[in-house]
Every structure is written in C-alpha cells, then in structure tokens.
C-alpha cells in the first residue's frame, strides 16, 4: 500500500503550500495598492511642500527668511494707489420732468368765420405775430355806425353850445329868464354824455375789427392746428386754434429730500447761484446747464420730499416739454479733499478701514472716516494723509502686517539650507507668489488625476491577482482529484 500511495503523494502539492501562495498573491496585490496610494498621495502634496521651501531646521523659514523656512507665508500681490487731493463737488441727483415756463392756447376773441391761417405747424413764433385771419366785413359795418353815431351826437352838441352862449348874453342884459339859460346847459352836458358813449362804441366796435387778427400772445413752437380754414371761430371754443408753449427759456420740476431742504434754502437765502445741469436717461450726455430758480412751500408727506425748479437757457432745444431727465444739482464744493479708489475702503467690524503700504512691503491697517463719493473715488476725512499709498487690490486675503508684492516687483528666494542654520538670500526664486500659487492649483488638478488613474490600475492589478490565486487554487484541487484517482486505479 506504501508503494502506491507514494507516487500519488509526489504527484499532488501539499495543501499547506498552496494556501502559503495565495496569502502570499494576496500580500503582495495590497502592497501594490499601498504602494500607488502613497505615490498618489506624494503627488497631490508635492505643490505645497514645494511652496512651502526646503529649507532646513536651520533656515530662516517664515517673514524671517521668506516663503521657504518652516512656517512661511507666502506674499500676496496686490494692486496700490496714492492718495490725491481734489475739489470735490457735493451733489444731489434727482428725477425730473421738464415743464414749459409758458403756455397758451390761442383762441378767437370774436366770433366769424376762419378765413386764413398764416402759420405752420411746429413752428417757432413771436409774441404779436400774426397767426390767423378771420372775416372782418361785420366788424367794419359796425365801426362805421358807431361812428356816425357819435359824428351827429357831437353836432348836437355844437348846436347846444352855441344857443347857450346866446342865452348867457340875452342874461346879462337882462332879456331872458335865467331857467332858460340853466336848462340849455344842462342840455350841453347831456349831449357831452351821450359823445363820450358815442367814441365808447367806437372804440369797442374798432377793437373788435382788430380781432380779427389772432396774434400770438407769446413766443415759442406751435402746436398741431385744431380748426381749419371755412370753419366759424369764436371766444367759446375750447380747443382754440392751437397751442403755443415756451421753450427758451424752459424749466425743470424735481423733488429734494427733506433733509437736504434746510441746506438748499440756506444756499438760496445767501444768493448763491446753485448750478444745474440737466442729463439723459443713461446719465451720460449732458442736454444743458442752469441754474437752481425756486423752492416749494410745503413737504409731501406721502414720499417725504419737496418740489424744486431749475430753468434752463435751452437755446439747443435739447429739452422738450414733459420730457423725463436726470438732474444733478451742485449744492457746494470741498477744497482740497483726500481722495483715494472706491475699492481701497472696506468696512469691518470697527468700522470702515484702509491698507496703508509701508517702505518695507508690509501693510498696516488703519481706521478712517469716510465722507463724500463721486463714480469711482472717496473721500477720506480723517486718518489718511495726501501721498500715502492704500491697497486697492487683493486686499480681501491681507491683515494687519502682512507682507505684499507690487506688480512691478521681481520676485525673491526664499528657505534655508537645513542644518547649517542659514537663510536663503543666496537662493533664485522660481517664479512669483501669484504664479506660484496658479502653478499649484493646476499641478493638483493633474496630479490629483494621475492619482484616480493609478488607484483604478492598482484595484484592476490586485482583482487580477486575486483571480489568478483563486485559477492556481482550483488548478490545484483538479490536479489533486486526478493524482487522487490515479493512485486509486491500481489499487483496484
């Protein structure tokens, strides 16, 4: 039996063996997969070793030695500007609505029929022009009978004058009753009456032939015409004939806040002259410059303001009536203001504060207060001087002490030798802080994909090697089955 159990013995590996291969397959898919996980990971974290220098124990890592040594920080670039002095203009923006400084509507005075219209529509007249005729035949038929009229009223009186200077003679030689003499005066005065109501219609009935003609009562651009020529006119139409409105000079109506109303008033009380200036709807072409003419009474409680009024020259004609614009009113102007970007001042929470730049490339953060604004620049009241150097750029990842780099500067080296205990003044720098930092985030995006790739081939490398293991092993188990079966086939 011990010879034929021995070449089934050699023909078939141990079971101990090939459970010793498989954890041995095993071990060696998981160091593979540590092995890629800790280079993926060297990758990924190289950049920021880099940035934060090879510099050894001994360097002089930090602001001490630069963005090299343990410890270090890398300078920021920032954008700087100085702060100038300027007149600054203290302004008030309104919305207004331009208004005409006169308007009129042109009607008959007398009523008759429209025989001529001597003027075109749109425009420009005088005052005393003449606009339109209208039939004048009946108004001169009624001239001349006042004037007949009053022609033999006043012979009347002639007469009677005459007799009573007859009868004042025939009285001083006693010939006559002097109740006669009293009643021919008083028949003198009468006919004086009744003359002087003579000229009266006649001047009302030569005042209405000169009705005929409508005349422009005053000057500016006529509007569309209502009535048309064949047509009867008169006092009673409400349409009248046209409309003509004033433009040179023109107004404009806006509304102050009610607390910029004492200061406006104390300006006007002075006599300053306030000018205005009138923009359009972009805010950027100007459409004519005035001046501040007059104040409302009264504040509207329903939004807290009150209505104001510029004039303008408007020789362009630039406005037009109930035409919306912008206006912008100059109240007074601040000599000699510090001024500095918008995009210097920031608000915390101190209050509002600005980077000031130092010789030495640190920055210093230091409160102010801050005063008017105009588009793009601010005034600083307190805490800047005329010449200091604020940042205006990059200031969101700075603090009190930081240091930063100019876009004009070159950049530095930076770290330690390690061991020796010496800085790095002696060492390039590769490429600047921003450039740097761009560099690193790119690196990461790339590496951090190699990384996914490697950790995908290491997962696809230990499921083949388990694969295999598990192939070898039934290979084994069949290989044992038929060593098994061999040996047995004798036997019998």
Avoid: C
């Avoid at 008759?112 to 003027?119: S, Y």
């Avoid at 000599?335 to 509002?352: E, Q, Y």
Wanted: a positive charge; hydrophobic letters at 45%.
């Amino acid at each position: 039996m011990d010879s034929h159990a021995t070449p089934a013995a050699l023909t078939s590996p141990p079971p101990q063996q090939s459970k010793r291969k498989k954890i041995v397959r095993n071990l060696i898919a998981i160091a593979v997969m540590a092995a890629l996980g800790g280079f993926a990971w060297h990758l990924t974290h190289r950049s920021d070793e880099a940035a934060g220098g090879k510099g050894g124990p001994g360097g002089a890592g930090g602001r001490r030695g630069g963005p090299g040594g343990p410890g270090g920080e890398v300078a920021s670039t920032v954008g700087v500007a100085a702060a100038e002095k300027a007149d600054v203009p203290v302004v008030l923006d309104a919305l207004g609505t331009v208004t005409a400084a006169a308007t009129a509507t042109v009607r008959a005075q007398v009523s008759g029929i429209l025989q001529k219209v001597l003027f075109t529509e749109g425009q420009m007249v005088k005052a005393g022009q003449v606009l339109a005729q209208i039939d004048p035949r009946q108004f001169e038929m009624a001239l001349l009978q006042a004037t007949g009229q009053r022609q033999r009223d006043e012979a009347q009186r002639d007469i009677a004058k005459l007799t009573l200077t007859r009868y004042q003679t025939l009285l001083t030689q006693d010939s006559i009753a002097r109740q006669d003499v009293d009643t021919q005066a008083a028949l003198v005065k009468q006919l004086d009456g009744t003359v002087k109501t003579d000229l009266a219609a006649e001047g009302a009935a030569r005042l209405n032939l000169g009705y005929t003609k409508v005349i422009a009562p005053i000057s500016g651009r006529v509007g569309l015409r209502v009535v048309d020529i064949g047509n009867l006119v008169g006092s009673g139409d409400a349409n009248g004939l046209a409309v003509i409105t004033e433009l040179s000079p023109i107004d404009v109506e806006f509304s102050i806040p009610q607390d910029n109303v004492p200061e406006v008033q104390q300006r006007a009380i002075a006599g300053a002259a306030l000018p205005a200036i009138a923009l359009d709807r972009t805010r950027v072409n100007t459409l004519d410059s005035g001046r501040f003419a007059a104040l409302d009474n009264q504040v509207d409680t329903q939004t807290g303001t009150v209505k104001a009024k510029a004039r303008f020259a408007n020789t362009k004609f630039a406005l037009f009536p109930s035409q919306f614009v912008n206006v912008r009113l100059q109240l007074r102007t601040i000599k000699d203001a510090v001024m500095v970007p918008v995009t210097a001042l920031r608000h915390g929470s101190n209050g509002d504060f600005v980077y000031v730049l130092k010789a030495d490339k640190t920055v210093s953060l230091r409160p102010v207060t801050r005063g008017q604004a105009t588009v793009d620049k601010i005034q600083i009241v307190t805490g800047l001087q005329v010449g200091e150097q604020v940042i205006t750029e990059g200031a969101d990842r700075l603090k009190d002490g930081a240091k930063v780099i100019l876009p004009g500067d070159k950049p530095r080296g930076a770290g330690g030798k390690g061991g020796k205990g010496r800085g790095a003044a002696d060492a390039p720098a590769a490429a600047s802080a921003a450039t740097a930092a761009n560099a690193t985030n790119a690196t990461n995006a790339a590496t951090a994909a190699d990384a996914t790739a490697a950790a995908k081939s290491a997962a696809a490398a230990a499921a083949a090697a388990s694969d295999a293991a598990s192939s070898d092993a039934a290979a084994h188990h069949h290989h044992r089955r038929d060593a098994s079966a061999a040996a047995s086939a004798p036997a019998q």
